[in-house]
């Protein structure tokens, strides 16, 4: 017997997009989206900007994602509850009060869970996921505090630049032999360390972290072989994992994160996933298995679930797309580098540059701007469109400043 | 009530398929160029978070947001999709001796 009901576990916009989607999409039974959080479904990605620098407000009804869209939409929203467990031969969840509900389709939109400190006093570290992080971090940012960040990646650097801004003496510790390890280009990232840098950040690399000490009133924070580091607060951005507990239970399919195919179905043809939870096999790149942790990522998926659930047949396709905000620097990629063979490089200004990966083939695979956000956004998205049609272009007209990247876009 | 025209910037300042930034009055619009050299005016901040809208790219009589891709059609103001769902105020747009002019 059909339930008539499609659930959505996780009201981050990955679910929400989805539901959206779902009804936008024709869907006119039961809808109901499950959120863990108490606050109604909001943006993510002020939380280690806006929200930490006072420019947004100390509430999420500033990024309250979709406004009254789900009321509109007879989207039953139901905030701070916490599904438990899925059963997958009677089509059913269960919710940690005990009360059962039973589906035809659900969607695991559930995200990722921050990475802790895997060393003695890691307990001590804050971790920036939610807006009640990001709240309580703010409490801890006032001038002349002393924080120490774990992990120069992008979490790390922006809530570096947002406490910097505020006056905050700011410690950035990373293992690895330079910031943003993964993924971005290295002429990219030294530009932003030297950013941080010269706006007063001590950014150590290659620095292992031992272990944190609490004492009376502050931390002192251990690394290998050098003086200890005095914090009043620490805080670690050391990357995410797929929040895979409910999906690992109920049997589904696992590889670094919930295995999703092209249309984001589980191994379970009435279970689908999307967004930071899970990893599928990317078209544009070989079908080779990605995850991705990104805001529009999980926008994008949400909406193209939502097509699936319903029975499209359609692959997804969207080329990947990130950005960070740093002070008064911009940086936005779109693709992924991986597997690139060779870098190109158009200087477009004196405080702007782009980056092109190209394959063997020359096929373009990855586009990269950093720089005032004018010069640069109009031109990753260029590279974004070259990308999705698979264009083949030749170096020297990536590199030319004399060449608009828009011409490129009529061959 | 009879509204100013307010002249905003050199014709030629807007290249053809772009967009500009232009601030007045303490607000700030956007002006747009498009293929067939006619101009038009929208507010110029994105609805959906307050990101100028002159630092994205204009596709046809589309201009999008350069930050979330919020995109609207900047004749008519209309928001073409997620995550923008707020249509953008449009304003009369005229040029006159090479210069533009906004009705604001």
């Known amino acids: 017997m059909s339930a008539n009901t499609i659930i959505i576990i996780g009201a981050g916009e990955a679910g929400s997009a989805a539901a959206i989607g779902l009804r936008e999409g024709g869907w006119t039974g039961s809808l109901i989206l499950a959120n863990a959080e108490r606050h109604r479904p909001y943006e993510r990605p002020p939380l280690s900007k806006a929200v930490l620098t006072g420019e947004g407000e100390q509430s999420p009804s500033a990024l309250i994602a979709h ?52 060393v003695e006093g890691g307990e001590h570290a804050l971790v920036l996921r939610t807006f009640d992080d990001s709240i309580a971090l703010r409490a801890h940012l006032s001038a002349g505090k ?22 905050v003496d700011v410690t950035v510790l990373e293992a690895a032999p330079r910031v943003l390890m993964r993924g971005v280009p290295a002429a990219i990232a030294e530009l932003i360390a030297t950013r941080h ?16 000490e609490k ?9 290998a072989g050098g003086e200890p580091v005095r ?15 409910l999906a690992q239970q109920a049997g589904l399919e696992l590889d670094n994160g919930i295995a999703v195919n092209e249309r984001l179905a589980t191994s379970d043809p009435d279970i689908f996933a999307a967004g930071d939870c899970c990893s599928f096999p990317h078209v544009l790149y070989g079908g080779r298995r990605v995850r991705l942790e990104a805001w529009r990522n999980a926008q994008h998926q949400g909406e193209a679930v939502a097509r699936s659930m319903l029975g499209a047949g359609e692959a997804f396709a969207k080329v990947p797309w990130f950005w960070t905000d740093q002070y008064d620097l911009h940086f936005q990629m779109a693709g992924l580098a991986l597997g690139a063979s060779s870098v190109v490089t158009r200087q477009i200004a004196d405080d702007a540059m782009l980056m092109f990966h190209l394959a063997d083939d020359g096929r373009l ?25 698979g264009a083949r272009i030749a170096p020297s007209s990536l590199a030319s400043p004399d060449v608009r990247l828009k011409s490129l876009l009529a061959a | 009530m009879s509204v100013a025209w307010v002249d905003a910037c050199a014709a030629d300042d807007v290249d053809e398929e772009d967009v500009l930034r232009f601030d007045h009055g303490g607000r700030t619009f956007a002006i747009y160029r498009n293929e067939d050299d006619e101009y038009f005016a929208t507010d110029g901040l994105c609805t959906h978070e ?14 999008e947001c350069p930050k979330h891709n919020g995109r609207f059609n900047y004749k008519t103001g209309v928001a073409k999709g997620a995550p923008a769902c707020v249509n953008l105020k449009t304003y009369p747009v005229k040029v006159e001796g090479g210069r533009v002019l906004l009705q604001i």
Not at chain 1, 157 to 166: D, I, V
Not at chain 1, 215 to 223: I, T
Not at chain 1, 367 to 372: K, T
């Open chain 1, 146 to 167: 002393r924080l120490t960040v774990i992990g120069a990646g992008f979490i790390g650097l922006e809530l570096a630049a947002s406490a910097r801004s505020l006056g």
């Open chain 1, 215 to 223: 004492r009376a009133s502050d931390f002192l924070v251990h690394v």
């Open chain 2, 50 to 63: 307050k990101v100028h809208l002159a630092d994205g790219l204009v596709l046809g009589d589309i201009i």
């Open chain 1, 231 to 245: 914090a009043d607060a620490v805080v670690a951005g050391v990357g995410a994992a797929p929040n895979v507990g």
């Open chain 1, 197 to 212: 840098r010269s706006a007063g950040v001590d950014i150590r690399v290659g620095t292992s972290l031992e272990r944190i």
């Open chain 1, 67 to 118: 406004g009254h869209r789900f009321e509109e939409l007879g989207v039953e929203l139901l905030s701070n509850v916490i599904v438990q467990s899925i059963d997958r031969n009677r089509r059913a969840v269960t919710m940690a009060d005990g009360k059962e509900i039973a589906y035809d389709r659900l969607l695991v939109a559930v995200g990722a869970i921050p990475r802790r400190l895997n």
């Open chain 1, 365 to 389: 695979l990855a586009a990269s701007g950093i720089g005032p956000i004018g010069r640069v956004a109009k031109e990753v998205r260029i590279g974004e469109m070259l990308i999705e049609r």
